[in-house]
C-alpha cells in the first residue's frame, strides 16, 4: 500500500460523518505524538516530554490545576501506554457506535466531553476530600468519557446483545454493570483516582439517559455550539409549511421512488438523532419496508 492509498483511506474513513471515527483518529494522532517526542527525549535528554505530559494531563492538587485548567479537556484525549490507548479505543468503537446508533451522531461528541468533564472532576474531588489535598497526582486517558458512552448506552438500550470472545451473546445492561463492580472492587488496588474518574464517567452516562428520557438533554448547549445545522435552525423562525389538501377522488400510489425517498430521509434522521428520535408511525413504516423488502 502506497502513502497516496493511505491517505485516501483516512480522509474517507473521516468523512464517513462518524464523530466516532473522528474521536478514535485524534486519540491516536495524540497518542503517537506523545510517544515519538518521548524516544526522542529519551536520547536528548531535554526534558521537553516531562514538560509536555505536564500540559495535557489533569492535575489533581487544586492551586496546580487553577494554572493548568485546560488539562479537564486535553487529559480525555492523551494517552501514552499502548495497552491503555488500545482497551479505551476498542472500547470507544465499540460502544461509541452503540451510542451513536441508538441516540444520533450529534451527541457523540458533547457526551464524550461531558462524561470526561465529569470523571475528571471526581477524580480531583476524590483526590482532594480523600486522599491528601497537597498531594498532585496526574492523570490522562479516555477511559471516564468512554465509560460514560458505555453506560449511557447500556441505559437506553439495556437489552441489546454484544458477542463476546470466550463468552458469547452478553446484554450491554450487564457488561456496564459489571465494569461498575469491578472498578469498585479494585478501587484501592492502585488506580483509586483512575477508578474515580471511570465511576464519575459512568454516573453521569446513566443520569444523561434518565434526564434526556424525561425531557432534558444536558447536551443540548454543546450540541448547538458543535453543529452548524442547528445554530442556522435556531435563527430562523419556524414556518409552516404549506400542505395541500388531498382530494377524496383521487387516491395516489406510492411508487419506489417516493419509497426511497422517505426512506432516505429517516436514514439522515437516525444518523443525526438517533432511532429513538423517530415517531412510533416513522417506525411502523420502517418495519412495514424492511418485511416488504
Given at each position: 500500500m502506497n502513502g497516496t492509498s493511505f491517505q485516501s483511506d483516512i480522509r474517507y474513513w473521516l468523512r464517513q460523518g462518524n464523530t466516532v471515527n473522528h474521536l478514535l483518529f485524534w486519540n491516536i494522532i495524540i497518542f503517537l505524538a506523545l510517544n515519538l517526542l518521548r524516544l526522542v527525549d529519551r536520547f536528548s535528554q531535554s526534558g521537553m516530554y516531562d514538560w509536555v505530559y505536564s500540559q495535557v494531563a489533569l492535575h489533581s492538587n487544586l492551586s496546580i490545576f487553577i494554572v493548568k485548567p485546560w488539562g479537564l479537556i486535553t487529559y480525555m484525549f492523551s494517552h501514552v501506554q499502548i495497552f491503555h490507548i488500545l482497551f479505551n479505543m476498542l472500547n470507544l468503537f465499540w460502544f461509541g457506535n452503540i451510542f451513536r446508533e441508538m441516540l444520533g451522531n450529534q451527541r457523540v461528541l458533547p457526551v464524550y466531553l461531558l462524561g470526561g468533564l465529569a470523571g475528571g472532576l471526581v477524580?480531583?474531588?476524590?483526590?482532594?476530600?480523600?486522599?491528601?489535598?497537597?498531594?498532585?497526582?496526574?492523570?490522562?486517558?479516555?477511559?471516564?468519557?468512554?465509560?460514560?458512552?458505555?453506560?449511557?448506552?447500556?441505559t437506553q438500550v439495556p437489552n441489546y446483545e454484544i458477542g463476546l470472545l470466550f463468552i458469547g451473546s452478553v446484554k450491554l445492561k450487564w457488561l456496564a454493570l459489571a465494569l461498575v463492580i469491578i472498578g469498585i472492587i479494585t478501587m484501592f488496588d492502585g488506580n483509586f483516582g483512575g477508578v474515580m474518574s471511570h465511576l464519575g464517567g459512568a454516573a453521569f452516562g446513566f443520569a444523561y439517559i434518565k434526564l434526556l428520557q424525561n425531557g432534558t438533554d444536558m447536551a443540548r448547549p454543546l450540541i448547538w455550539l458543535f453543529t452548524p445545522s442547528e445554530r442556522k435552525s435556531s435563527k430562523q423562525p419556524a414556518t409552516k409549511k404549506f400542505k395541500p389538501k388531498k382530494s377524496p377522488l383521487k387516491i395516489v400510489k406510492k411508487t419506489d421512488e417516493n419509497t426511497q425517498s422517505r426512506l432516505d430521509q429517516l436514514l439522515d434522521k437516525i444518523n443525526e438523532k438517533g432511532y429513538s428520535s423517530l415517531s412510533a408511525e416513522e417506525k411502523a413504516w420502517l418495519e412495514k419496508v424492511s418485511k416488504d423488502s
Open positions: 477524580y480531583m474531588a476524590a483526590y482532594y476530600l480523600m486522599v491528601h489535598n497537597s498531594m498532585d497526582a496526574l492523570m490522562i486517558g479516555a477511559s471516564a468519557s468512554v465509560m460514560c458512552l458505555l453506560v449511557a448506552a447500556a
